[in-house]
């Protein structure tokens, strides 16, 4: 891929500052951060799931879950570095396949969740624990996404739309496994103000 993933995450600052942060990455079920994909394709007709020969919701669903496994058993530079051999090994298919598509998910799961903890926190911070600014991995993540589609000329539409699934089906998986407190937190907090009376 074009733009190398952050590798240099450091496991132990990094767990130390996302518990204090985890609030924060839930709210990402519900405020839907993150920005459109750029293919280079301009192509403006939607997307369907009938362009994939798999189940793309129960895949994302699955790499979701795999990946937050990891992510909470290890931290984010395991997930990383997952990530960086998934694309080396499924960029060598010759065709555009389910595998590589997982690939793409989880790099935005884990870049999407660490864009939002990263920004709460000050530059300095992140200076002295010597990981990449919010707008580097936004960068780099765009990059690589980009490119992984255009290796195989996906369309905007369809990786928009693929981009669509992993917001609606992969992040509830992954951040229901990486932050649970903070999630039941704010179910709860949801809960409580659809039963208040107008």
Same mark, same amino acid.
């Given at each position: 891929?074009?733009?190398?993933?952050?590798?240099?995450?450091?496991?132990?600052? #990094?767990?130390?500052?996302?518990?204090?942060?985890?609030?924060?990455?839930?709210?990402?079920?519900?405020?839907?951060?993150?920005?459109?994909?750029?293919?280079?394709?301009?192509?403006?007709?939607?997307?369907?799931?009938?362009?994939?020969?798999?189940?793309?919701?129960?895949?994302?669903?699955?790499?979701?879950?795999?990946?937050?496994?990891?992510?909470?058993?290890?931290?984010?530079?395991?997930?990383?570095? #997952?990530? /960086?051999?998934?694309?080396?090994?499924?960029?060598?298919?010759?065709?555009?396949?389910?595998?590589?598509?997982?690939?793409?998910?989880?790099?935005?799961?884990?870049?999407?969740?660490?864009?939002?903890?990263?920004?709460?926190?000050?530059?300095?911070?992140? /200076?002295?624990?010597?990981?990449?600014?919010?707008?580097?991995?936004?960068?780099?993540?765009?990059?690589?996404?980009?490119?992984?589609?255009?290796?195989?000329?996906?369309?905007?539409?369809?990786?928009?739309?693929?981009?669509?699934?992993?917001?609606?089906?992969?992040?509830?998986?992954?951040?229901?496994?990486?932050?649970?407190?903070?999630?039941?937190? #704010?179910?709860?907090?949801?809960?409580? /103000?659809?039963?208040?009376?107008?």
């Amino acid at each position: 891929m074009s733009s190398r993933l952050p590798i240099a995450l450091r496991r132990s600052s #990094l767990k130390r500052h996302v518990a204090g942060a985890a609030a924060a990455a839930a709210v990402l079920a519900v405020a839907g951060a993150g920005g459109a994909w750029a293919t280079g394709e301009t192509t403006g007709a939607g997307a369907s799931n009938a362009e994939a020969a798999w189940d793309q919701v129960a895949s994302i669903r699955g790499a979701a879950e795999r990946l937050g496994r990891l992510h909470r058993a290890r931290g984010a530079k395991a997930a990383y570095e #997952l990530i /960086e051999n998934c694309y080396k090994t499924h960029s060598l298919a010759s065709s555009y396949g389910e595998g590589f598509e997982s690939c793409i998910a989880q790099d935005y799961l884990e870049t999407r969740t660490l864009i939002q903890v990263y920004s709460r926190m000050p530059p300095e911070t992140l /200076e002295k624990l010597g990981v990449p600014s919010p707008q580097m991995l936004a960068d780099s993540m765009g990059q690589r996404v980009a490119a992984a589609f255009g290796q195989y000329s996906k369309s905007q539409a369809y990786a928009d739309n693929v981009k669509k699934l992993v917001d609606q089906h992969g992040l509830p998986v992954f951040l229901a496994i990486v932050f649970p407190e903070a999630v039941r937190d #704010l179910r709860d907090r949801e809960a409580k /103000e659809k039963k208040q009376p107008q």
